[in-house]
């Protein structure tokens, strides 16, 4: 699916033509200084309203608006438009205050669009990036045709700088609506093959593209990965993504993914109640995929790596039981304790893969793999756990550069005897203390020593209880600004 709108911009001279303002027969949206004062073009505009825009800065409604935060006037006299929208926005405001302005300007976009006038806005590209994402709606599977968003005009005094400096950013903007698309998916459309299928069309953005089947899985010995989905009709697959922007000797950066498409909990089965969420378990897949879109668009200079692993944890006759003990790729034994610990065995394979053809420089693994990390860290934040103190806070700073909430917890050989096994050399659950710790652990197995390495737990993130600044209720896309603006860092460093 495509951005749900692209904007364009134009030049606006203080003394020039207000034809576009004027011709508006959707929203206009002002992104105006917390003060009021009002631009050439927009002090024209208000005359043309009889002064309204001026008394509506003057009364207590505008006054008690924070940054990013709006006012509507609807219908407005002298004009065509359906109403104008006045933004507060400082004009030197911060990053994540002039993408909420615009996030405002995306939420209220209807088919009609919008001109936008932020003439003296220093941020206008990230203006751009917060309307193009809170414009996202996944409504594809409504019955009434989905009505599109109207196109969008962005009035600036410096268009071609505007653009340029967008254009990076509306790359990640399609990685991240790649993400909330395949995550929002119901499990009988997005099915592993389908999924996979998503992914070998990104060939057509210059990246290379295998899928791994079901016998070249069982050849490479991923008894793990394969003990998932020996209970589904969907097929197991694992999708490698290569996008080889960075010097031909230099070693590769490694994104990994889970990719459940649909948990039942296998024979350890979840209770009803909140199951048809677990759609979203292809979440830690669903960035990586998206992040790769993102790198591809923007032609980053960097070598990366994505590889998801694609399975169906489904209760049939065939399928994997508690007690049972299954060997990983790289040779260690694990007992399952519990099948709806599944994702840590998913990933325990493609992680050793990632390491063993690829010898990767650094490696990242994502997954909504624990309710635990909801209950330590609610909506608000990712579960961080590392291996490596440097790449670690390089992440954190990505993170917290493009507003994603992401925290750091521990790790020790000390919740270790959680994961001890009686009969294998592991078992795939230390029950309910310190779960997303051991979790941790337990996927840290499968990391060697030397590899720097990150394990982001995403459970709380992907698919919050309500909409955010950026995104409407549903999937949100974490992650893919986050990684995008790390690989973008290693550029640069």
Request: net charge neutral; hydrophobic share 50%; aromatic share 4%.
């Amino acid at each position: 699916m495509p951005l749900p709108v692209t904007p364009t911009f134009a030049d606006i001279a203080e003394a020039g033509d207000d034809a576009a303002l004027l011709a508006a027969t959707g929203r206009i949206a002002l992104v105006l200084p917390g003060d009021g004062r009002l631009s050439g073009a927009a002090r024209r505009l208000d005359r043309r309203m009889r002064g309204a825009i001026g008394r509506a800065l003057a009364g207590k409604s505008w006054a008690a608006l924070k940054p990013g935060e709006a006012l509507d006037l609807g219908y407005p006299s002298g004009l065509q438009a359906e109403a104008v929208q006045l933004v507060k926005l400082a004009r030197r405001a911060s990053q994540a205050e002039a993408r909420k302005a615009g996030a405002a300007i995306g939420k209220a976009l209807g088919e009609a669009g919008a001109v936008v006038l932020a003439a003296g806005q220093a941020k206008v590209a990230e203006i751009a990036l917060g309307l193009v994402l809170r414009a996202y709606d996944f409504a594809r599977h409504k019955t009434a045709e989905a009505k599109p968003k109207g196109a969008v005009t962005i009035l600036t005094d410096k268009a071609e700088a505007a653009r340029a400096a967008a254009a990076p950013l509306l790359a990640m903007a399609e990685g991240v609506c790649l993400t909330r698309d395949l995550v929002n998916e119901p499990a009988n459309v997005l099915t592993t093959t389908e999924f996979a299928e998503r992914l070998v069309a990104m060939t057509a953005l210059g990246l290379k593209v295998e899928v791994l089947d079901e016998p070249a899985l069982a050849a490479l010995g991923m008894r793990a990965l394969l003990g998932v989905g020996q209970g589904s009709e969907s097929p197991t697959k694992v999708v490698v993504m290569e996008w080889p922007g960075g010097a031909k000797d230099e070693a590769p950066f490694a994104l990994v993914g889970k990719g459940v498409v649909f948990d039942t909990g296998g024979i350890s089965i979840k209770p009803a109640a909140g199951m048809e969420e677990m759609t979203m378990d292809m979440g830690g897949a669903g960035v990586v995929a998206g992040t790769m879109m993102a790198l591809a668009l923007r032609k980053a200079r960097a070598n990366v790596v994505g590889i998801v692993g694609l399975v169906e944890n489904m209760p049939d006759g065939r399928a994997q039981r508690p007690g049972d003990i299954v060997k990983s790729m790289k040779g260690d034994t694990i007992e399952v304790i519990n099948t709806d610990a599944e994702g840590r065995l998913v990933l325990a394979d493609i992680l050793w893969y990632a390491q063993d053809r690829f010898k990767p420089a650094g490696m990242i693994n994502l997954a909504t793999l624990t309710g635990a990390i909801i209950i330590g860290l609610g909506h608000d934040h990712a579960g961080v756990f590392s291996n490596d103190d440097r790449l670690c806070n390089a992440f954190l700073k990505a993170a917290a550069a493009e507003g994603e909430g992401a925290w750091r917890l521990p790790m020790g050989p000390g919740y270790d005897a959680l994961i001890k096994s009686r009969l294998a050399d592991m078992k795939n659950t230390g029950g309910r203390p310190a779960g997303a710790i051991t979790a941790a652990q337990f996927l840290r197995r499968f990391v060697r020593d030397e590899v720097p390495w990150i394990h982001l737990d995403i459970a709380g993130v992907a698919l919050p209880p309500k909409e955010t600044d950026l995104a409407p209720k549903g999937a949100t896309g974490w992650g893919v600004m986050a990684l995008d603006r790390l690989i973008r860092d290693r550029e640069a460093g």
